[in-house]
């Protein structure tokens, strides 16, 4: 726990409850932030902090509201580093069915991952809009939502479970990334065209890829999931994209002869990208480009752009 006082906002996404929840724990049960500095709203102390976490988890226990702010209002004050103890007549701890890995991922990942296990829908959509709003997609996608959603899996691979997670955490994010992408809408012409893999049905990926080209201005058109090769060579056939982004998250899905077709489109783009773990690098094609993150993706589309702009003028 940090020691500087924190604002309602930091402290909602740590514990990963919404920042309405924090203004009824304070308004209704009196666990609000006790640290005041003329002039400024008052922050969070990591005393109070601590309490809130008592009060995050006794609730998510299915203990009444009122009865885990009398808990959390008893606790002692944080020892020196920043942990607080109960008192023995505290009911101990249930796992409530795990929790979600996040690795070395920051407190911001944790408490989203807390959020998502209690299908917290408000906290899920705060936190990952105002890391969009204040990080960027790239480094939202690659710093929290990474992080979270390979947890998830992890989760789901180990127990079979977790799937009303995954589906609301991803109806969740990919809200928040079509709102990112519609609040910086390209100017220029939409020189990128993302696509997924016959019968590939993750997006959030490519959905990621789209928030962050709006942001870069880099103009994009989205055909999504399940494309067949015959519908790809149409748009491309029709469009003419500098570049195009074909999406494979799994072996099942990155067949190396639909980036083939592509290769022999009539309207061969100037850039094709195998992007997404699917993809083994020793079967692609000549002249087919693996992007290695997000970053990079971004980067190589927002270069072929601007080369085809630059010819286009000369």
Same mark, same amino acid.
């Given at each position: 726990?940090?020691?500087?006082?924190?604002?309602?906002?930091?402290?909602?996404?740590?514990?990963?409850?919404?920042?309405?929840?924090?203004?009824?724990?304070?308004?209704?049960?009196?666990?609000?932030?006790?640290?005041?500095?003329?002039?400024?709203?008052?922050?969070?102390?990591? *005393?109070?902090?601590?309490? &809130?976490?008592?009060?995050?988890?006794?609730?998510?226990?299915?203990?009444?509201?009122?009865?885990?702010?009398?808990?959390?209002?008893?606790?002692?004050?944080?020892?020196? $580093?920043?942990?607080?103890?109960?008192?023995?007549?505290?009911?101990?701890?249930?796992?409530? +069915?795990?929790? %979600?890995?996040?690795?070395?991922?920051?407190?911001?990942?944790?408490?989203?991952?807390?959020?998502?296990?209690?299908?917290?829908? #408000? *906290? %899920?959509?705060?936190?990952?809009?105002?890391? &969009?709003?204040? $990080?960027?997609?790239?480094? /939202?996608?690659?710093?929290?939502?990474?992080?979270?959603?390979? +947890? %998830?899996?992890?989760?789901?691979?180990?127990? #079979? +479970?977790?799937?009303?997670?995954?589906?609301?955490?991803?109806?969740?994010?990919?809200?928040?990334?079509?709102?990112?992408?519609?609040?910086?809408?390209?100017?220029?012409?939409?020189?990128?065209?993302?696509?997924?893999?016959?019968?590939?049905?993750? /997006?959030?990926?490519?959905?990621?890829? =789209? =928030?962050?080209?709006?942001?870069?201005?880099?103009?994009?058109?989205?055909?999504?999931?399940?494309?067949?090769?015959?519908?790809?060579?149409?748009?491309? $056939?029709?469009?003419?994209?500098?570049?195009?982004?074909?999406?494979?998250? /799994?072996? @099942?899905?990155?067949?190396? @002869?639909?980036?083939?077709?592509?290769?022999?489109?009539?309207?061969?783009?100037?850039?094709?990208?195998?992007?997404?773990?699917?993809?083994?690098?020793? /079967?692609?094609?000549?002249?087919?480009?693996?992007?290695?993150?997000?970053?990079?993706?971004?980067?190589?589309?927002?270069?072929?752009?601007?080369?085809?702009?630059?010819?286009?003028?000369?």
């Amino acid at each position: 726990m940090v020691d500087e006082a924190l604002s309602a906002g930091a402290v909602a996404r740590r514990l990963g409850v919404a920042v309405t929840t924090l203004r009824t724990w304070h308004q209704r049960y009196g666990l609000g932030p006790s640290e005041h500095v003329p002039g400024h709203h008052r922050r969070y102390t990591p *005393a109070d902090l601590a309490r &809130l976490e008592i009060m995050r988890r006794l609730t998510a226990e299915g203990v009444s509201p009122a009865e885990a702010a009398r808990w959390a209002r008893q606790a002692p004050d944080p020892s020196p $580093n920043g942990t607080v103890a109960l008192r023995r007549a505290h009911p101990p701890a249930r796992d409530g +069915g795990g929790s %979600i890995p996040v690795g070395r991922a920051g407190p911001v990942a944790r408490g989203l991952a807390r959020a998502a296990m209690r299908l917290d829908a #408000a *906290a %899920i959509s705060e936190t990952v809009a105002h890391s &969009l709003a204040t $990080n960027g997609v790239v480094a /939202t996608w690659e710093g929290l939502l990474r992080p979270v959603l390979a +947890g %998830i899996g992890e989760r789901h691979a180990a127990t #079979a +479970g977790l799937i009303e997670v995954e589906h609301l955490v991803s109806r969740c994010v990919s809200e928040a990334l079509a709102a990112a992408s519609r609040a910086r809408v390209p100017t220029g012409p939409a020189r990128i065209l993302l696509s997924c893999a016959d019968e590939e049905q993750h /997006t959030l990926p490519l959905e990621a890829l =789209a =928030a962050a080209l709006a942001e870069a201005g880099v103009g994009y058109r989205m055909l999504g999931a399940r494309v067949p090769v015959a519908a790809l060579i149409e748009a491309v $056939n029709r469009t003419g994209p500098a570049a195009v982004v074909l999406w494979s998250h /799994t072996r @099942a899905t990155a067949d190396p @002869a639909q980036l083939s077709a592509l290769l022999a489109a009539p309207r061969r783009p100037l850039l094709a990208l195998a992007a997404g773990p699917g993809w083994r690098a020793d /079967t692609l094609p000549a002249g087919v480009v693996r992007p290695v993150d997000l970053a990079e993706a971004v980067s190589l589309a927002a270069a072929v752009r601007d080369s085809l702009d630059q010819s286009t003028r000369d």
